[in-house]
């Protein structure tokens, strides 16, 4: 098989390194990626991101290969099979996001996340491909005798992060989280069987925890874009309830499933589930503006039409008696019952924390094999802000006339 270059505006070319990834790619399991937007409804405040969970994970692929060469560079051994089924691991780490990615995670996989459904679809592919992902499965599931791969995975400073964090800052224009990927990966090593940095690099950690601290205030928890998705969630928290009336939603067949059976058999879910993309949701969306619930047909328009709601933050949490006069407010005003008032009012809160010191901490290390945790080192300024949990809570309501008509 010829094997492709594509060409990338973050790395430039992304060259293809065995024909077995690139038969993966050209699978629909990882085609059907590029119907998925990587940032949700982030495009409603930043128009450009509209890159696609496909480019992602190319770019995580190919930042697997940079990994591989810097610790062979150190004498890794590190052979060709691992290499490829790492190559695989990065490659499809996203099979198992659903349309809009993280939005919709909680009303169609509400039993399932998506990395229960990356691991599940790479499996099926096992199966397909003849047991040739075997050893990518156990690095994905961390249950390889070499922990640093599953760290090159999932971890504080994993290949995903390095990619989607530069890929999202050069999409949205948000120029603080634009990291040095190249530099974090040069000064990645192995210590007994654990990856570990360079102690070199603590300003690039330190910057790096930063720039996602930064990209999740900024860009990831916007409170435009996150008021957009909570409403795309009550979108379908009614579209469950109507799926039974006499006047159901119309929907694609793969999301009239997820409707109708939420606790169904796993391959009966897979089956549905990767015949789903954002088209999907598109579609349901423009249908709902015309549908005889008011509340449904509302959320449809608030979305299509960004006509949304206010959202005011705080560091307190608001107080239940002033959400319920709002939702009475608007149940007035738009003859709405209080359960359909609570689609429009209603409040929550959401909290981020940028470094967990005791989920798999970075570990510093010199050249004689003398380790400290990143948070111990004397160069960090930032240790306190970063290991900081912060906690905001929201309240959101319509903000003015025109949403019911």
Same mark, same amino acid.
């Given at each position: 098989m010829k094997l492709t270059q594509y060409n990338d505006p973050i790395y430039g070319f992304i060259t293809i390194p065995t024909p077995f990834i690139a038969k993966l790619i050209n699978h629909p399991y990882v085609q059907r990626l590029r119907r998925? &937007?990587?940032? @949700?409804? $982030?495009? %409603?405040?930043?128009?450009?991101?509209? +890159?696609?969970? *496909? =480019?992602?994970?190319? @770019?995580?692929? +190919?930042?697997?290969?940079?990994?591989? =060469?810097?610790? /062979?560079? !150190?004498q890794v051994t590190i052979s060709d099979d691992e290499a490829e089924a790492l190559y695989a691991c990065m490659l499809l780490h996203d099979l198992g996001h659903g349309p809009f990615s993280h939005a919709l995670e909680r009303v169609l996989l509400s039993d399932t996340g998506h990395e229960e459904m990356s691991v599940i679809l790479m499996?099926? %592919?096992?199966?397909?491909?003849? @047991?040739?992902?075997?050893?990518?499965? !156990?690095?994905? $599931?961390?249950?390889?005798? /070499?922990?640093?791969?599953? =760290?090159?995975?999932?971890? +504080?400073?994993d290949l995903d992060r390095l990619d989607y964090l530069k890929r999202d800052s050069f999409y949205s224009g948000v120029t603080e989280g634009n990291i040095n990927s190249e530099r974090l990966i040069s000064m990645m090593?192995?210590?007994?069987? =654990?990856?570990? *940095?360079?102690?070199?690099?603590?300003? $690039?950690?330190? &910057?790096f925890l930063l720039a996602r601290r930064m990209m999740y205030w900024s860009v990831y928890l916007h409170k435009t874009s996150f008021?957009?998705?909570?409403?795309?969630? /009550?979108?379908?928290?009614?579209?469950?309830? %109507?799926?039974?009336?006499?006047?159901?939603?119309?929907?694609?067949?793969?999301?009239?499933? *997820?409707?109708?059976? /939420?606790? $169904?058999?796993?391959?009966?879910?897979?089956? +549905?589930?990767?015949?789903?993309?954002?088209?999907?949701?598109?579609m349901m969306l423009k249908t709902a503006i015309t549908h005889d619930d008011v509340v449904f047909s509302s959320l449809a328009k608030m979305i299509l039409y960004r006509r949304l709601p206010k959202i005011e933050l705080s560091n307190h949490s608001f107080g239940e008696k002033d959400i319920v006069k709002r939702q009475e407010k608007i149940a007035e005003k738009w003859r709405l019952s209080m359960d359909e008032a609570a689609y429009f009012v209603f409040g929550g809160s959401f909290r981020i924390q940028g470094y967990m010191q005791k989920e798999n901490p970075i570990q510093l290390c010199d050249q004689n094999g003398s380790c400290r945790l990143f948070d111990t080192s004397p160069e960090t300024a930032y240790v306190d802000t970063l290991t900081k949990k912060h906690r905001k809570h929201f309240l959101v309501y319509p903000k003015g006339d025109g949403y019911f008509y």
């Open positions: 998925i &937007k990587q940032m @949700g409804l $982030s495009f %409603l405040v930043f128009p450009s991101t509209e +890159h696609t969970r *496909f =480019q992602h994970a190319l @770019g995580a692929m +190919h930042l697997a290969i940079k990994a591989v =060469q810097a610790l /062979r560079s !150190q499996e099926d %592919l096992n199966t397909e491909f003849d @047991g040739k992902l075997s050893l990518a499965i !156990q690095m994905f $599931s961390n249950t390889y005798t /070499r922990p640093f791969f599953y =760290q090159l995975i999932a971890s +504080h400073i090593m192995v210590q007994e069987g =654990q990856l570990v *940095f360079n102690a070199k690099a603590v300003y $690039s950690i330190e &910057k008021v957009a998705e909570e409403l795309l969630i /009550r979108f379908f928290t009614r579209a469950m309830a %109507l799926i039974s009336s006499s006047n159901p939603p119309k929907t694609s067949p793969a999301l009239a499933y *997820f409707l109708s059976n /939420r606790e $169904s058999a796993t391959e009966d879910k897979k089956i +549905h589930f990767t015949a789903l993309d954002d088209a999907d949701v598109w």
